[in-house]
């Protein structure tokens, strides 16, 4: 947090594992404060706050949203749930920061687009790698030329299979490999636009459904650049181990990330050239800090973010030409009463 900053006071939107490292960590790291959390079930919502230090609890979405004393929300509900919260929390003049995807098709992230341009509020993905000296890296390297022109790249994002009753196996909670995954996978080549000529296109995809689900377990699909460069973005939700791989490779050598989700984790860089092959770590905090660092400076200090409403409505229309090229359809909207 910059010296003589307000902590930022922020509200929690249930109690879901990812909001540990994803937000009660930064904030820990950071002085932030986690003002209240809510829960459809009090009791776990009081169990969350016990465990993390959060101030206080509150019974429902609607009045943490509605709190005065909270500005920002962190919405990391299941993803048929983003797109209703993070429009009640714009709406109430909240700070936004929703994990991804930011809504369950195009047609919702296009109705956040435009509620957050009226908002007078700072609305961010949680596209927190990008965030990551890892990252920042890998475009280092094909901005300083040392990859020479950009010419193919491959992002695979693969976990071994959750439970069958976790939400990411759900068709009506908008879950499904590509959601949870492969968004990652598309949105890092999205990120590549300015050294491919612009924003890549789907070219064709296939997929894999989950036995009795209705969604896909995985999902592979083709990119194409303007400027001739290919992409190859692939995603498995249920695969014998965890890979978060991005390799770049240009005209002069290629460099590849091990984990660029979660460089964390593991945030070895290999980059092969004409002068030879090196390993680069970056090192650093974790991506989730990054991220609640670049949020705070958005809403204390009026910082551009790369990761709007805009931006989230793109990569979310990308998403589904994927599942209409794999054979797939769209997340349906789930419908939300109140």
Not at 7 to 16: D, E, H, K, Q, S
Not at 98 to 117: C, G, I, L, Y
Request: overall charge negative.
């Amino acid at each position: 947090m910059t010296a003589g900053a307000e902590p930022l006071r922020i509200g929690v939107l249930g109690a879901a594992r990812i909001s540990g490292r994803a937000i009660v960590a930064p904030a820990r790291a950071t002085g932030h404060r986690l003002v209240a959390v809510a829960a459809r079930d009090r009791a776990r919502a009081e169990a969350f706050a016990t465990e993390h230090g959060v101030e206080r609890v509150v019974d429902s979405y609607a009045e943490l949203i509605a709190d005065p004393e909270i500005e920002a929300v962190y919405n990391p509900l299941a993803n048929a749930l983003h797109a209703h919260w993070n429009i009640a929390a714009l709406r109430a003049g909240k700070h936004v920061l929703t994990e991804k995807p930011s809504a369950s098709n195009a047609e919702e992230a296009a109705d956040v687009r435009d509620v957050a341009a009226k908002a007078d509020t700072i609305f961010m993905e949680g596209f927190h790698y990008l965030f990551h000296p890892l990252t920042k890296r890998l475009h280092e390297l094909l901005g300083s030329g040392e990859l020479g022109e950009l010419r193919e790249v491959e992002t695979v994002v693969s976990i071994p299979a959750p439970a069958p009753e976790d939400p990411r196996w759900s068709l009506d909670l908008a879950g499904g490999a590509l959601m949870d995954l492969g968004c990652y996978s598309l949105h890092a080549q999205r990120m590549l636009a300015p050294w491919a000529g612009g924003e890549p296109a789907v070219v064709g995809a296939r997929g894999g459904p989950r036995e009795g689900t209705g969604v896909d377990e995985w999902l592979d699909a083709e990119l194409a650049f303007p400027s001739g460069a290919t992409g190859s973005a692939r995603c498995h939700m249920a695969a014998p181990e965890l890979r978060m791989s991005c390799r770049i490779t240009g005209s002069r050598g290629e460099a590849t990330a091990h984990n660029f989700v979660l460089p964390q984790q593991d945030d070895r860089l290999v980059i092969r050239s004409r002068a030879g092959t090196r390993t680069e770590t970056p090192g650093g905090k974790t991506s989730y800090t990054y991220q609640l660092e670049a949020f705070a400076a958005a809403v204390r200090e009026g910082a551009p973010s790369p990761l709007g409403a805009e931006d989230a409505l793109t990569t979310m229309t990308m998403i589904d030409a994927c599942y209409r090229a794999a054979g797939f359809a769209p997340r349906p909207r789930l419908r939300i009463e109140g």
